[in-house]
């Protein structure tokens, strides 16, 4: 026993040191294949905490979430979609980010007809700790990263067969906070030191969605394609309030499409193109970014996730799982990113939505469909005038159902062609 104590220690010994090299080359391998991406102007613009995802289920499906856009996680993609989704919903999200800095996001939307609207704080922050030429404590706090947005959405046009043309705008503002540092030469606090530093920004996105149907292998009313654009972070900074105020910070802003695909019902796939641009003339051309996901609907109460990121020449891995207890969806995340660090265990992230229903919109459509289904039947028995009244309280409730409107000018058809034979049954 002895003996094969201390020859599975021996083991755990050797393997253990080979496994962690096999990792670090396997990482070191991915940086090499993806050299060629490098981007010599990355990381030339101000409040890059706009670039870092708050996690759940965007992040689970690489970020590729611009034409898809079906959860509350749409406020940082495509500010359209506030006007489209099902249900209203509140969130919270936790991202451990890098080097013991952690982005926090609180947010909120609901949905009145076609009109869409929502709201959300989150926050980045970094430990800060000063120390003097003696190694003592001279100053800590933290380097923050605070940002605000308000969102509003339409569904134009939105019927039975055209779902409708989405639009909507982002307004955001963002506040960076330093601490306040040691004078070199006294060691003293300097008061207001870190506020001379400190910035704020403001900026805005703009989005739009189409959705429709196309080769399509299940039944279901919601569009299986949809098609996103969004850009985002148009706006100015201002910075270096100790020494006179600065507009030539610029923000990281861009332009994605994004596309999304529901061929068979459990599985989504989707993707994203993004190119970073800058309203700065001083600022070179950025490398594009490109993102892809794939969802899979194991139950109605279970999701499996993964994606896909290569920004620059650091591709990031990303896997999470979301599961729905009581009306509350929680996401887990997990990312391997090599913008970060060669380390493969890095990043974990979780979410909780809470489903706060649909305003009264499925209770809705049932009675459209009730109301629909007998204009049917009165059609059916040759009674044209009792659908078209039935019909027509359809239309009441949903001035674009098309099936009404087609059968209110099927039944007019059917009440003229009887009309006219009437006619013709009595001579002059």
């Given at each position: 026993?002895?003996r094969t104590g201390?020859?599975?220690v021996?083991f755990?010994?050797?393997?253990?040191p080979?496994?962690?090299l096999?990792?670090t080359?396997a990482?070191?391998?991915l940086?090499?294949?993806?050299s060629p991406?490098?981007?010599?102007?990355?990381?030339s613009t101000?409040?890059?905490s706009?670039?870092i995802?708050?996690g759940?289920r965007?992040?689970s499906?690489?970020?590729?979430?611009?034409?898809?856009?079906d959860d509350?996680?749409?406020?940082?993609?495509?500010?359209s979609?506030?006007s489209?989704?099902?249900?209203?919903?509140?969130?919270?999200?936790?991202?451990?980010?890098?080097?013991?800095?952690?982005?926090?996001?609180l947010s909120?939307?609901t949905r009145?007809?076609?009109?869409g609207?929502?709201?959300a704080?989150?926050?980045f922050y970094?430990?800060?700790?000063?120390?003097?030429i003696?190694g003592?404590?001279a100053?800590?706090?933290?380097?923050t990263?605070s940002?605000?947005?308000?969102?509003?959405?339409y569904n134009?046009?939105?019927g039975?067969?055209?779902?409708?043309?989405?639009?909507g705008?982002?307004?955001?503002?963002a506040?960076?906070?330093?601490?306040?540092?040691?004078?070199d030469?006294?060691?003293?606090?300097?008061?207001?030191?870190?506020?001379a530093?400190?910035a704020?920004?403001f900026m805005g996105d703009?989005?739009m969605?189409?959705r429709?149907?196309?080769?399509?292998?299940?039944?279901?009313?919601e569009p299986?394609?949809?098609?996103g654009?969004?850009?985002q972070n148009?706006g100015?900074a201002?910075?270096?309030?100790?020494?006179?105020?600065c507009?030539d910070?610029?923000l990281p802003s861009?332009?994605?499409?994004?596309?999304?695909y529901?061929f068979?019902?459990?599985?989504?796939?989707s993707?994203?193109?993004?190119?970073?641009f800058?309203?700065?003339k001083d600022?070179?051309?950025?490398m594009f970014?490109?993102?892809a996901?794939?969802?899979?609907?194991?139950?109605d109460?279970?999701?499996?996730?993964?994606?896909?990121?290569l920004?620059?020449?650091?591709?990031?891995?990303s896997?999470g799982?979301?599961?729905?207890i009581?009306?509350i969806r929680?996401?887990?995340?997990?990312?391997?990113?090599l913008?970060?660090?060669?380390?493969?265990?890095?990043?974990i992230?979780i979410?909780?939505?809470?489903i706060m229903g649909?305003?009264?919109?499925?209770?809705?459509?049932?009675?459209i469909d009730?109301l629909?289904?007998?204009?049917v039947?009165?059609?059916?028995?040759?009674e044209?005038?009792?659908?078209?009244d039935?019909?027509?309280?359809?239309?009441e409730l949903?001035?674009r159902f098309d099936?009404a409107?087609l059968?209110?000018?099927?039944?007019n058809?059917m009440?003229?062609m009887?009309q006219?034979?009437?006619d013709?049954?009595?001579?002059e």
């Open positions: 026993m002895r201390s020859l599975a021996f755990f010994l050797a393997v253990l080979l496994k962690a096999t990792l080359d990482t070191v391998s940086v090499d294949i993806f991406f490098v981007d010599e102007n990355e990381g101000s409040f890059r706009l670039l995802p708050s759940g965007a992040e499906m690489g970020g590729a979430f611009t034409g898809l856009a509350i996680s749409y406020i940082n993609y495509n500010a979609a506030s489209l989704l099902s249900n209203s919903q509140a969130s919270v999200f936790h991202n451990s980010w890098i080097a013991d800095s952690n982005i926090e996001t909120a939307t009145l007809g076609n009109a609207f929502g709201a704080f989150s926050c970094v430990p800060f700790t000063e120390y003097d003696f003592t404590r100053s800590n706090g933290y380097y990263e940002i605000a947005c308000i969102n509003a959405s134009f046009l939105s039975y067969n055209f779902k409708g043309l989405a639009l705008i982002n307004l955001k503002s506040f960076r906070g330093i601490p306040d540092y040691a004078d030469d006294t060691g003293e606090i300097i008061t207001g030191s870190g506020f530093q400190s704020i920004a703009i989005g969605m189409i429709f149907n196309l080769a399509k292998f299940y039944a279901s009313r299986n394609v949809r098609i654009f969004s850009v148009l100015a201002i910075t270096n309030f100790g020494n006179g105020i507009l910070d610029p861009s332009v994605t499409a994004g596309f999304s529901n068979i019902k459990p599985i989504t796939i993707v994203d193109f993004r190119q970073p800058a309203l700065s600022m070179g051309y950025q970014q490109v993102g996901g794939i969802e899979a609907q194991i139950t109460f279970f999701a499996a996730m993964a994606g896909f990121q920004k620059g020449a650091n591709p990031r891995f896997f799982a979301e599961f729905e009581n009306k929680v996401n887990a995340n997990y990312t391997l990113d913008t970060s660090s060669l380390n493969p265990l890095n990043r992230g979410s909780a939505k809470f649909d305003g009264g919109r499925a209770e809705k459509m049932q009675k009730e629909y289904n007998l204009g039947l009165y059609f059916s028995r040759g044209y005038n009792d659908a078209i039935v019909w027509e309280q359809v239309l949903d001035k099936p409107i059968g209110i000018q099927s039944a058809r009440l003229e009887f006219k034979i009437r013709s049954m009595f001579l």
